[in-house]
């Protein structure tokens, strides 16, 4: 999927201490949702944490 790896590419550019709060917004996902797959986990975070910072605001 296009989306897929769109995020995944976002997840690599992403510094050490956004990975960690990506990895843990997604834990607490999993945690919540045990039907979710981690993969899905990491690309809900992924897009929460892209709309509420945008790539401008990212790179400032």
Known sequence: ????????QT??????ETRLAVAHSACIM????????PRDAVADACQVF????PK???NN
């Open 30 to 37: 999993l945690a919540l949702d045990p039907e979710l797959s």
């Open 1 to 8: 999927m296009v989306v897929e790896a769109e995020q995944i």
């Open 56 to 58: 401008e605001v990212k």
């Open 11 to 16: 997840v690599a550019e992403f510094d050490h």
């Open 50 to 53: 892209s709309a509420v910072f």
